[in-house]
């Protein structure tokens, strides 16, 4: 992995040579104690053993210069060891395993230490979101889908369907990282023909597992896909939100912000860019992340009992992989951290909309109210669609505009001061609706007698009793958010129990 990315020193000191044969050395004492244990060995003797190759550190340069001799790392790695025992005792490190027996105990610490590293960032991230959920409980904004306006929610609330999401990506990884609880000294093939089981269950319960019943010469790597495929996901979760906050800081109406340095710079030509690029490069990383996770679940296919293809993708891969997720939990946590809001953009926003965020509850009202007064069923959906479109469509000036081309630079400008003037909707459904002064539209198929018999209902509706004040309240704040509560309090209680 490229040092820039490379970062965490946790995942970068559990993945060196150095800790993954202190975890080899390990197993292969774990072994010898049980066999010591079991009454195969002496005591003394696996005793002596331990003492002796813990007191001296394993020779890193001896064992690469012999791995380079021999060709496997493993082999190299028991001769360096067994040059120092006395020559009685050199056959019982190593004696009767394979290599994977060695090394799959070893494997799956290290995919459990880097697992923990990854809840622990993950943790912090949660942290930062409900901090931020709960400052930004009544920061209004507008809702959308499909990129168009939708309907009124908080700041807050987005930050808590952020929040879930990551919530539900850990819990996927808990329940993946559970499959690792098991591993095998079970020999060369899977059949336990040389150690026996009771040997295999006390050294294994002594690393933490208990045995995996059913491996080939390797634990099959449907255990350990479905880890990466969590991580996978945790990634695109992350990223799900930077892509959020990216389409909010875009140039124009910016409702928030990634943090930028008073020194940074985000163009070599132009001053006055601040680019997303922290954002931006997380979008990378979720690319390097599917590659990864790819990799490692096309390593479930191997020869019969053993073939050695998934050996070097896991040496790159599951590294890679956990500075990948650690890196973008790290970043993502620094966004949110600092993140730049802007409330007074955002309610910019709601007003730019003409009231189009209470058009469902509009459209309901004059179903309610409607029938008595002369409006057919599902005319009040028709009277919504119909005001949103004329309150929105541009004016006489802008419409000129539009259906003629400028011929000159000058004529642009002139066509950009007209724009400027009268760009910002004069009314909104809120007051144009009672107004009963729909028409037709060029852009909906509806009549001249459909919009005036609709009229003549809406002088209805707005002359009865207490109409006013319903429709006020249509449009105010606590009622549009009036169920928004329940959705963050229950996410917010959720990821309190979850840390």
Known sequence: MHPRYARNPVIKEIWTDENKLRLWQATELAVIDARGTCGEILREEAETIRQMLESIPIDLEWWKKKDTEVGHDLIAFVEERQRHLHSTLKRYFHGKMTSYDTEEPAFAKMLLASLGEVEKLAGILIDVLIKQAEHHRFTVML?????QWAELQTFGKRVATWLKAILISVENLKR?????DRSKLSGAIGNSPDLSDEIQRVA????????????TQIIPREVYAPVASALGQLVATIVKIATDIRLNARSGRTLMREPFGKSQRGSSRMPHKRNTITLEQMGGM??????????IVQNIQ???????????????AWPDLFFVTT???TQMTKVLEN??????????????????????????FLEEVGLECGLSPGAGYSIVQLAAFGVLEPNAVTKLIRTNECTSYAEAQEAAAHVAKWRTPTTSIQDHIPRCILRPSEELA?????TDTWNSALGKIFCLANTKARWEEIFSFSYNLRGEAIQIDNVLAKARSFR
Request: glycine share 10%.
């Open 204 to 215: 294994l319960a002594s690393l933490g597992f208990l045995p995996f019943y059913g491996a």
């Open 302 to 316: 191997t020869w019969h009992e053993r073939g050695i293809e998934q050996s070097c993708v896991e040496r790159v």
């Open 339 to 364: 993140l730049q809001v802007y409330p007074d953009q955002m309610l910019c926003e709601v007003l730019d909309c003409a009231g189009v965020y209470a058009a469902s509850k509009v459209a309901d």
């Open 176 to 180: 993946a990282k559970s499959g690792l």
């Open 446 to 450: 509806f009549t001249t007698v459909q």
């Open 286 to 295: 979720l690319r390097m992340a599917e590659g990864y996770v790819q990799m």
């Open 327 to 329: 890196h973008t939990l």
């Open 143 to 147: 809702g959308e889908t499909h990129g």
